[in-house]
């Protein structure tokens, strides 16, 4: 049998295979990192899986709060609220309206009602790996705290998203000083530029659970939990867990509706 070298084009083809076998060795590798979870209440998140023993210690530290205002006789409430600084916000900003709502919101009730700030440190979820948990770890987490075991969200009364007359209340900024209030913000915190316009713009008209998409997820979080409670014959309309925005109950219609995904989804294009 003779000796037969590769041509140049046997060779390219070579190398274009070798190059495709690696291409897929780690694009399944990168696909192994993040799994699609999915959640009682049927929705589904793109997860590091690394965060699970995290996400389920965080659960069960959360329950116990919900569990210990249930025995003390409380009514049980969440509030949702962004955190991030998606859209110009400031995320120490944002967790101290979220503690200031609670505050708010106990006191009017005369302390017969206890809220889960989502700023709790309980719900802080720890760096794995030297990697943040996002959004997705996030909300599989708040949804099984929420929703509980069977999708009813049994622990829980009333769901309070957020709005901005909640926000200017906490930042003490009134319709008479608000854009100098605002600046005042920005410069305790050295803004400037498009950086200093974006803040601006949050906190002067953006700032509520409309612009985020953890809020978004909420929302329809609580579709989906009163969906089963109206097919619960035990439970029924009557029994939904209700749902005031900015201060005021929303709407039959509002309840029922659903808003644009936040993080849901599976992983994959």
């Known amino acids: 049998m003779s000796d037969k070298s590769y041509d140049l084009p046997d060779i390219e083809r070579l190398r274009h295979i070798a190059l495709s076998t690696l291409v897929i060795v780690l694009g399944s590798q990168l696909c192994w990192a993040n799994s699609t979870v999915k959640t009682v209440v049927g929705t589904t998140y793109c997860i590091d899986p690394a965060f699970v023993p995290e996400i389920s210690t965080?659960?069960?530290s959360l329950r116990a709060m919900v569990a210990d205002a249930r025995r003390e006789g409380k009514l049980v409430g969440?509030?949702?609220v962004p955190i991030s600084p998606a859209g110009g916000g400031d995320t120490q900003i944002n967790k101290g309206v979220s503690t200031d709502v609670k505050r708010h919101l106990e006191k009017t009730y005369a302390g017969a009602l206890w809220m889960l700030s989502p700023a709790t440190q309980e719900a802080t979820l720890p760096d794995v790996n030297g990697k943040s948990a996002g959004g997705q770890e996030y909300m599989y987490m708040w949804t099984q705290v929420l929703a509980g075991d069977d999708g009813e969200g049994r622990d829980f009364d009333l769901f309070y998203f957020v709005g901005r007359s909640d926000f200017?209340?906490?930042l003490r900024v009134t319709d008479d000083t608000s854009i100098v209030r605002l600046r005042q913000l920005a410069d305790e915190r050295g803004l400037s530029g498009d950086k200093k316009i974006e803040f601006l713009k949050?906190?002067?008209f953006r700032a509520s659970a409309d612009a985020s998409r953890?809020?978004?997820d909420e929302w329809n979080m609580l579709g989906l939990i009163n969906r089963a409670r109206r097919k619960d014959i035990k439970?029924?309309?009557a029994g939904q867990i209700v749902a005031l925005f900015d201060g005021r109950q929303v709407s039959p219609g509002e309840l029922e509706g659903t808003v644009?995904?936040?993080?849901?989804g599976t992983c994959g294009p």
């Open 78 to 80: 969440y509030i949702s």
């Open 260 to 264: 644009s995904a936040g993080y849901e």
């Open 202 to 204: 949050y906190y002067a």
């Open 235 to 237: 439970v029924g309309v």
């Open 168 to 170: 200017w209340r906490a």
């Open 214 to 216: 953890g809020s978004h």
């Open 58 to 60: 965080n659960v069960a």
